[in-house]
């Protein structure tokens, strides 16, 4: 089934150019549609050549027919569900990332999926969370995470101590030996 497009005029001329020469992917798709109909091309070869479905192809055509430019001109999409993160979520990720973990975690830092956790049981709204959405509601705190390196926290009282000790990073080489600077 063949179906004509109806002559473009000037100034729906002039959107199609800017629209092919624009940064959205739908409106260059159904510019290209309208033009490659306009040289006298067919429903079927602007779907192949676009990677489009034949269908697509016919819909905008007709559309443009009935109702012009503004019939193809993408609208708003409604924007999905409504984001879990209230208020008092984002304060209580601000206020757990500045606290140690609980001991019964056993970790010495936060990870996402134990953030994720604390705030799940602590809010009855939220079932599960991803790692990655707590990191973003830490993103839009301007709360940088950072993945810990492989140390840990020692249980013994003595490493405190032993940390105080100068180290080889103190030392300085004079002609083979080591000096110690103790502060």
Partial sequence: MTIRIRTITPEESETLDHWQRGDDVVR???ARILRLAECGWQSEPIAAALGLHVATVR???KSFNAEGISAITPR???GGRPS???SAV???VQDLVRQKPPEEMGRATWTLSLLGKQLCAHFEHLSRLSDETVRRWLEQRQIVYRRAKGWTV???PLTEE???RPSAAD???ITGRCRCVVG
């Fill in 28 to 30: 260059y798709r159904r």
């Fill in 59 to 61: 819909q905008v055509i």
């Fill in 76 to 78: 708003p999409r409604s």
């Fill in 84 to 86: 879990n993160c209230t």
């Fill in 90 to 92: 984002a304060e209580k």
């Fill in 154 to 156: 020692s249980p013994d």
């Fill in 162 to 164: 032993a940390s105080a």
């Fill in 171 to 173: 030392c300085t080489s």
